[in-house]
């Protein structure tokens, strides 16, 4: 199966892009599509992947879903496309990354910068159904983000992984923690964020510590 993504990733998953499950995900992403409307556009599915390649990664940030409302999802977790409002969440992030580094709110919700300096900005589920969350989930897309993880595990070393809430700790299981840095912490989303465990948790100096004391540069958050 052909697919469309930046190729040093497309070799690395090429087998897994060749599993029946894949076929029959892929069959039913284009159904529906077909058939109602979906996030993120069809073209920013792999945009994750297509803004950092395989050989740049250095941090790894978990998400669940893609944004399930109108201009929102662009293919990387957490982040929104230009213009449009911050979801609570974001705010969030944005607000412990002022506590912690002193950045300043940014004017845009897109998080292209991130993933342009080597942050895989990775959703379990890559692709929803508009005002239904979770409309795509167990089709086929977790078996998929697993392998990637398990990639990126095997294949490299010195990976920051950012798991945030539970959901992202199950999946993040199978990292090796003696050979990558595994950041915890509850989920920025204000029903968890707000009962402690988000705010404090300095995982964007955190990382940075760490690369740099590897001897890699640091994210410009």
Known sequence: MDVKIEESW?????????????ESLITFVKAAYKSAVCYPPGSLIFNAFDKCPFDKTRVVILGQDPYHGPRQANGLSFSVNDGVTFPPSLINIFKELNDDLGVPFPKSGNL?????QGVLLL??????????????????????TDAVIQC??????GVVFMLWGKYAQDKGKIIDTKKHFVLKSKHPSPMSANFGGWFGNKHFSQ?????RGRGVAEIEW
Do not use: C, M
């Open 123 to 144: 959703n379990s589920t890559l692709t929803v159904q508009a005002a239904s969350a979770g409309s795509h989930q167990n089709k086929g897309w977790e078996q998929f």
């Open 207 to 211: 990382a940075n510590n760490y690369l």
């Open 152 to 157: 990126i595990n095997d294949e490299k070393e």
């Open 10 to 22: 497309k070799v690395r998953l090429k087998k897994e892009f060749e599993k029946p499950y894949f």
């Open 112 to 116: 292209e910068r991130w993933a342009e």
